[in-house]
T-cell receptor, first 115, second 114 residues
């Protein structure tokens, strides 16, 4: 069974600053995908960034980037130049390759971006 | 292009009742997954439907059942409701299962059991 742990229930960052959200996971699988999802107060979950475990290069999407450490089973999300619209719950999620999209989520980190 | 839609938005039921939640997938998607998100928790996988059959199931009792229709829309049924069933129920759609295809989530149905 896979587990995903997010040890930061809440975080706060000032606008334009950088913040890093932590995620660790446990699995015996060798091939898998990792994700960060954002759930704004309006509730609709949207994908922020995706990392494939066989790729050594860390994924980047505009202001969002990850630090993927496969040996340590760590997958942190860095948000640069934080904006008020980044305020949301952020969930780390895991899916082994070939398991038909059965996502395992962490408990989430609530991020508040302040002026 | 419509995204994933769910109905109703909110629902209040009493213990022991039955409830049906509905989901229409994103245009072009044929696979629907259901998740339960309790307050303050991450979503938990309930089950997934593809080609009108349940393909995978999470650790949920048989009180939770579902259905997928020929147009790929889906229903989630919960019988004999318990207080602990109060949660946000999320539907996600994707392309045919296999190598990972991105899941798109709906806005959810907030179920309150009194």
């Amino acid at each position: 069974a896979q587990t995903v742990t997010q040890s930061q229930p809440e975080m706060s960052v000032q606008e334009a600053e950088t913040v890093t959200l932590s995620c660790t996971y446990d699995t015996s699988e060798n091939n898998y995908y990792l994700f960060w999802y954002k759930q704004p107060p309006s509730r609709q979950m949207i994908l922020v960034i995706r990392q494939e475990a066989y790729k050594q290069q860390n994924a980047t999407e505009n202001r969002f980037s990850v630090n993927f450490q496969k040996a340590a089973k760590s997958f942190s999300l860095k948000i640069s130049d934080s904006q008020l619209g980044d305020t949301a719950m952020y969930f780390c999620a895991f899916v082994p390759t070939g398991t038909a999209s059965k996502l395992t989520f962490g408990t989430g980190t609530r991020l508040q971006v302040t002026l | 292009d419509a995204g994933v839609t769910q109905s109703p938005t909110h629902l209040i039921k009493t213990r022991g009742q039955q409830v049906t939640l509905r989901c229409s997938p994103k245009s072009g998607h044929d696979t629907v997954s259901w998740y339960q998100q309790a307050l303050g928790q991450g979503p938990q996988f309930i089950f997934q439907y593809y080609e009108e059959e349940e393909r995978q199931r999470g650790n949920f009792p048989d009180r939770f059942s579902g259905h997928q229709f020929p147009n790929y829309s889906s229903e989630l049924n919960v019988n004999a409701l318990l207080l602990g069933d109060s949660a946000l129920y999320l539907c996600a759609s994707s392309l045919v299962p296999g190598s990972y295809n991105e899941q798109f989530f709906g806005p959810g149905t907030r179920l309150t059991v009194l």
